[in-house]
Structures are given as C-alpha cells and as structure tokens.
C-alpha cells in the first residue's frame, strides 16, 4: 500500500480514467463550419497575407558588435520574423487542410449507418492526406490489412 502522503493530491488520483461514453461528433456540422472557416480565410485573411509577409520581411542594420544587447536583440527579433512568416503562411494551408479533410470525412460517411463505421484511423488519415485519390480506403489501413 502507497502511504498517504506519496498518493498525491486526492483530486488527480483518478487521472486518465474517463467515463465518457460513446463520444457522438455531427460530422454535417464540422463539415459547414469547416467550409465557412475556410471561406472566411480565402475572403479575408488570404488578401492580407503578402502585405503581413512583406512588412515582415523588413530588414533591419546589423548594429555594431560592441552592442551585445542590441546584437541579441535583432537576433531574436529575425527569430520572431521566421516564425511569423511561418506561422501566416501555415495557418491559412491548415485551415484549408482541415476543410478539406472534414468534407472528405463528411463523404465518406454520409450515411447514418456509415457514421458508426467511421474509425479513429480514417479520420486521422483525412487530416494527413485529405486528397481523397491518393488516400487509403476507409477502414484500412495504410499497409492493406484491416484497422
């Protein structure tokens, strides 16, 4: 037996079980909000992307190595600027990404004895390939068999 005092906050000590039940998602509706998503960001985030790109791709003076302070500064600053860039550019792809992986998803399940046949792995493979030509048939998996 565990003494009391090495068991942890009583709170947490049912950590990782979950009584959920069976876990319901209406597909029709991810799929809608997803398309909105996506026309909100072709609409209005997309236009704006390469005036946020170019301003970002400013160049700022190397100052003078006798300014340590300064020197990490733009270092960290040229740091920020890449991850931004990536970050404007992948938020848009991702959005469009997971349109297209939830009306593939939508789909291939449409019908209602379909969606308890929808596997954790099918949905799973929308989001990484949602280009449904060169994705594996729902319900096997990648390397032929069953899933």
Do not use: C
Not at 48 to 74: I, Q, W
Not at 100 to 106: E, G, L
């Amino acid at each position: 037996m565990i003494p009391e005092e090495d068991r942890g906050p009583a709170w947490l000590r049912d950590y990782g079980y979950t009584d959920f039940g069976d876990i319901e998602a209406d597909i029709a509706a991810m799929e809608q909000f997803a398309k909105k998503l996506a026309d909100d960001v072709r609409h209005n985030y997309r236009p704006h992307m390469r005036s946020v790109s170019t301003s970002m791709l400013t160049e700022l003076p190397t100052p003078s190595a006798d300014f340590g302070e300064l020197v990490s500064f733009l270092q960290a600053h040229r740091d920020a600027q890449s991850v931004t860039q990536s970050n404007v550019y992948n938020f848009a792809d991702g959005t469009d990404t997971f349109a297209a992986a939830a009306q593939t998803i939508s789909k291939e399940y449409a019908g209602t004895d379909a969606f308890s046949q929808a596997r954790v792995r099918d949905v799973h493979d929308a989001f990484r390939n949602p280009d449904p030509l060169t994705r594996p048939e729902p319900g096997v998996s990648d390397t032929g068999g069953e899933s």
